[in-house]
């Protein structure tokens, strides 16, 4: 590529192929990769000269782009980047600044995800495989009469006929309320900040508070400027018995602390992928009606990918049709 950035500095370990690690470096006659730092004045220092900027988790603050007096192109390698670039839309402008960010990579892989949990929960995969893995034949027990069973004790369940609550409904919570109504044959009823009627023939849009009582398993897909507990203890509180709740979306939506003594009075099942924080290990790591990962829905080979193409591509075309 003939026009190129006179100086590109890229933070954070980003995870991109070969080939697209190759092609980021002839984007610069000169390209600088530096890790993730927490110091302020460091990357400020970092980036003084430069007139391209390449971020994912390193925080660039509104001091250190108004004391860059070259730059003229940031591109953050993620979907939300006002908690990652502390500038206004409208400041970057002023400056003649162009800002890219990657806000669809991972609708899937995030949805797929959140379908593993409702999925493990309803059918205690956890329990089955560990009962199977120590010899705990529940099958051949049955089968012979050495075990009991109370129909009404039965812990697994259909996900067919059940009411499924969409807290969010964005681009990911569209894909698992789809997947809930094709694949599963669900019923889907919804809340979200801005209503969506176009969508309204087969989901039915709800109070929040109408949908934590109706739900039988509830997913949370709202944006990282959500205020923190949004989802209260008292909607929690409001829950189904043995409702399953999922959040893979953003932690500090939920009051945590309501959260985990509801678990651990066993009066729901959840699937946690986000945090206030970190997981809290010690609250849950021995609880059978919760399974917990961490970040794990951005996180696939194909979404990963896709993330690395759209932020070359989002570069390539900023330095194609510049003047």
């Given at each position: 590529?003939?026009?190129?950035f ?7 370990n ?5 080939k697209?690690?190759?092609k980021?470096?002839d ?18 220092e ?11 988790w390193?925080?660039i603050?509104?001091d ?10 940031i591109?953050?390698?993620?979907h ?18 162009h ?8 609708t ?10 409702i999925?493990?929960?309803s059918?205690?995969l ?5 009962d199977v893995?120590?010899?705990?034949w ?16 039965i ?8 009411t ?14 789809e997947?809930?109504?094709k ?11 801005t209503r969506?009627?176009?969508?309204e023939?087969?989901i039915?849009?709800v109070?929040?508070?109408e949908l934590f009582?109706?739900?039988d ?13 949004f989802?209260?203890?008292?909607l929690l ?21 309501t959260?985990i003594?509801?678990?651990k009075?066993?009066?729901?099942k959840?699937?946690?992928?986000v ?5 809290p290990r ?5 609880l059978p009606?919760v399974?917990?990962t ?30």
């Open positions: 590529m003939t026009n190129k006179k100086k590109l500095v890229v933070f954070d980003l995870i991109l192929t070969p697209q690690n190759k980021l470096k984007f610069g006659r000169e390209v600088i990769f530096y890790p993730k730092t927490n110091d302020y004045e460091v990357v400020k970092r980036i003084k000269d430069a007139d391209a900027v390449i971020n994912c390193t925080v603050t509104e250190a782009i108004k004391n860059a007096k070259n730059l003229k192109y591109g953050n390698w993620g939300w980047w006002k908690h990652r670039i502390t500038i206004t839309e409208e400041k970057l402008g002023k400056l003649e600044i800002l890219d960010h990657i806000p669809d990579y991972g899937d892989a995030v949805a797929e995800v959140a379908w593993a949990g999925l493990a929960l059918k205690n956890e329990k089955w495989h560990k893995a120590t010899g705990k529940t099958y051949e027990n049955i089968k012979r009469g050495d075990k009991k069973v109370d129909i009404s004790k812990d697994e369940h259909l996900i067919k006929d059940k499924l609550g969409i807290v969010g409904m964005g681009r990911i919570g569209m894909r698992v309320a997947i809930g109504l694949g599963f044959g669900t019923k889907v009823i919804y809340y979200s900040r969506k009627k176009d969508i023939k087969d039915k849009f109070s929040i508070k009582k109706q739900s398993i509830i997913s949370i897909h709202v944006s990282p400027d959500i205020p923190k507990g989802i209260s203890g008292k509180n409001s829950m189904k018995s043995e409702a399953i709740f999922v959040n893979t979306s953003v932690g500090h939506a939920v009051d945590q602390q959260l003594k509801s678990l009075q066993r009066k729901i959840a699937f946690l992928d945090y206030e924080q970190f997981p010690q609250d849950l790591k021995d009606n399974i917990f961490y970040r794990l829905g951005w996180f696939s080979q194909e979404s990963i990918q896709r993330k690395g193409d759209m932020l070359i591509q989002n570069v390539e075309n900023y330095l194609l049709n510049r003047t």
